[in-house]
T-cell receptor, first 112, second 113 residues
């Protein structure tokens, strides 16, 4: 049973436009969410996170939105740059165990 | 500074070999993790150490043996691996008083022949 889902395996966006990556979760006990970016053959890089007491967190070009009632979060990247091309993983933190529950990832391609 | 280092970067080993992966962090983090990642899949948790004690073992086969000699160092000892164990092995750590944000190392690309 997948508790964190990224339903879009891939996304292609033109440089300068907005990239929107989506993530859904099923466990209402999750209270902290993270986005990681991963290049091939490298470890995931922490991008941005959000606590369930907030509905938005912004860091430069990256903004994460959380809709608790819909159990949905999204990552907005604007403007998108070719260097943003990577796999993006959404993760939910289970505070009781310390585990991160990852989604399957979305491959973002930003075209010049 | 959020750096986690891992050595070696690449490792090729036979099924009868014994090898070790090493992970180090000097950020004062007290939780450290081993993950396994196959291509086009999310990282899979293997082990969690909290304050140098093993707190989670995700039913990992005994051919993988973790060790945490001190708060900065985490090892993964490998013995009698199978070709299907070939993967990217990732180490991560998280700050004290929170295990929510984990910082990952670059990984060791392991190939078992």
């Amino acid at each position: 049973d997948q508790q964190v889902k990224q339903n879009s395996p891939s996304l292609s966006v033109q440089e300068g436009r907005i990239s929107i990556l989506n993530c859904d979760y099923t466990n209402s006990m999750f209270d902290y969410f993270l986005w990681y970016k991963k290049y091939p053959a490298e470890g995931p890089t922490f991008l941005i996170s959000i606590s369930s007491i907030k509905d938005k967190n912004e860091d430069g070009r990256f903004t994460v939105f959380l809709n608790k009632s819909a159990k949905h979060l999204s990552l907005h990247i604007v403007p998108s740059q070719p260097g943003d091309s990577a796999v993006y993983f959404c993760a939910a933190a289970d505070s009781n165990t310390g585990k991160l529950i990852f989604g399957q990832g979305t491959t973002l391609q930003v075209k010049p | 500074d959020t750096e986690v280092t891992q050595t070696p970067k690449h490792l090729v080993m036979g099924m009868t070999n014994k090898k070790s992966l090493k992970c180090e962090q000097h950020m004062g983090h007290r939780a450290m993790y081993w993950y396994k990642q196959k291509a086009k899949k999310p990282p899979e948790l293997m082990f969690v150490y909290s304050y140098e004690k093993l707190s989670i073992n995700e039913s990992v086969p005994s051919r993988f043996s973790p060790e945490c000699p001190n708060s900065s160092l985490l090892n993964l000892h490998l013995h009698a691996l199978q070709p299907e164990d070939s993967a990217l092995y990732l180490c991560a750590s998280s700050p004290p008083d929170t295990t929510d944000t984990q910082y990952f190392g670059p990984g060791t690309r392991l190939t078992v022949l």
